[in-house]
């Protein structure tokens, strides 16, 4: 109706699911495949936020286009360049991983977005984004961010174990997938160990990296933790299977959300779908890659995996195939009912 939508934009971004992800160097295919588990099985439309080195944008533009339009029209894509707001920015730029410390600066840059999930490129998607969406509900007055423990178990954690500077917790915090209320990191005073007074998020990236830069080892993810270590009010705590990775299957399972629930996002961090250590993620990894859009799910997803997890029960992770398949069945079988119902709806002769 005329005069009735007043803000344009706000319906979109409140509608929209806002998912980040930084991606430089060789990490093209790996966040491609990240986005279409995204897109698979979500049911709300999706932002995506792909922060990219200039070379990437255009492949990333092509790659995305070449989806059926079923999947195109079910989010929209905004590309960003690497910045920097505070300090040194080839500093940043090199800190363990290339690129990775941008993800510090998202509330800074995307300020006209309020809650937004991020995730690692070697992120994979076992059910749909809407459920951990569902978690920004859960976070108390004081909450302004979510993510899952480092390790269940702190006498093999690498923080309990190692880590020279304050963490979060028994374990500390993996960074991988982080949900955050982007309006409330923005609006926030944190506790630091540098003046007696607050700062906010900005005012604190650097000189904090300045003081610890010389103690960490995993880059921003350490920062985080040293945040979440002076402001531990702030910090939502989410369960194992919201960030499943080698870790909780190498050393015996010690993921009992996983062992119940099934895996939720897999986190195939060390590299391990591209080699032969961990078979069980690499499975799934070249599955949802190589599954062709328009196709059966059953057909051309899930039973391959089957297959292939078969090759797999010799390893340590993949003596629990259940653990990996357990969600993803799940959520096949949620999509394939839709498509059904919706496709009997709009073909029923009354």
Known sequence: KPGEQKHPKEPSSLQCMHLAVVACGDR?????????????FSNRRLCFHIFA????????????????????????????PITFSVGNAQEWKK??????????FLPVIL????????????VLFLRPIDDIWHLLREFNSTQLAAMAPEHEVPKIGWYSRFARHPYYGATGVNSGVMLMNLTRIRSTHFKNSLIPGGLTWEEML?????KYKNYITWGDQDLLNIIFYFNPEC???????????????????NCRGAERDGVSILHGNR??????????????YEVIRDFPFEDNLFQSL?????????????????????VFLKQIEKTMKKVYENRVIVYLGANHKY
């Not at 800190?95 to 510090?104: D, G, I, N, S, T």
């Not at 650097?206 to 300045?210: A, K, N, R, T």
């Open 235 to 253: 910090l939502y705590v989410f369960p194992c299977q919201w960030n499943y990775r080698p870790d909780h299957c190498m050393y015996g399972s």
């Open 111 to 122: 300020k006209d977005v309020d809650s937004l999930l991020y995730v690692d490129t070697d």
């Open 271 to 284: 590299g391990v779908y591209h080699d032969d250590k961990q078979p069980t993620f690499r499975a799934l």
């Open 206 to 210: 650097y000189p904090l990296y300045q």
């Open 95 to 104: 800190l363990f991983k290339p690129c990775a410390a941008q993800r510090l």
């Open 302 to 322: 899930y039973y391959p995996l089957q297959s292939k997890f078969l090759d797999t029960v010799h390893t340590l992770c993949g003596r629990i195939p259940q």
């Open 28 to 40: 093209l295919e790996e966040t491609l495949i990240m986005l279409k588990s995204a897109v698979l």
């Open 53 to 80: 080195e200039d070379s990437l944008k255009p492949e990333f533009e092509k790659k995305l286009k070449e989806w059926p339009s079923s999947y195109t029209k079910k989010f929209e894509s905004n590309f960003y």
